[in-house]
């Protein structure tokens, strides 16, 4: 990708919170688009998952079952958040966990939307990019490139993915190394060969 390409990329960083350790429901979400080299559009809502909320969860993501009360629901917020994650190349860290929560939400809620979306993990870019790292994780990566960071806030980890996200594509020139396939039906990462065709 040269720099003209760089500039007119967009991409959709996105990262959720959970309830609970099913992992088919979301507590919060965040979004944040990149377009032409910068951050220019973020989102953030509270979800309520309908279900319960294990300790865990709770205590990692602060957000608690009288938080969500009354909030929208998935499907409720899918109206928004489809035009946005439509838009552009997904992108999160540790995408294959994101991008799994969403295809249940999608499947138990009977929404129907893509079989499959590209999309570009962070994690894996970071870890090729900066292998002098003592690891790749979110708060690692942020205090390494100088980013705020309240980890495990949704809004927060989306527009850190984001930064991480522009760092690699400044780094490595392109995005085409980094790009997967993921199959939303049947939740999971599509082999090289499956998702060209």
Not at 45 to 54: G, K, N, W
Request: hydrophobic share 40%; glycine share 6%; proline share 7%.
């Amino acid at each position: 990708m040269t720099a003209p390409e760089l500039l007119q990329g967009r991409y959709i960083a996105f990262d959720v919170e959970t309830p609970n350790a099913r992992n088919d429901r979301i507590s919060a979400i965040g979004v944040t688009v990149v377009e032409a080299g910068f951050l220019q559009q973020t989102y953030y809502a509270l979800v309520d998952p309908q279900t319960h909320f294990d300790r865990f969860n709770v205590s990692l993501t602060g957000i608690t079952p009288a938080m969500v009360a009354g909030k929208s629901t998935f499907p409720e917020l899918w109206r928004r958040l489809e035009p946005l994650l439509s838009s552009g190349v997904l992108a999160a860290h540790n995408a294959p966990f994101d991008l799994s929560v969403l295809a249940r939400c999608l499947r138990d809620y009977g929404i129907p939307w893509r079989q499959t979306v590209p999309y570009a993990c962070t994690c894996q870019m970071s870890r090729r990019l900066l292998p002098q790292l003592p690891d790749h994780k979110l708060d690692t990566l942020s205090r390494h490139l100088g980013l705020d960071l309240a980890h495990h806030h949704a809004g927060s980890d989306s527009q850190a993915c984001g930064a991480i996200l522009l760092h690699c594509l400044q780094t490595a020139g392109t995005i085409r190394p980094f790009l997967r396939t993921y199959d939303l039906t049947a939740i999971r990462t599509l082999s090289p060969s499956q998702g060209r065709r």
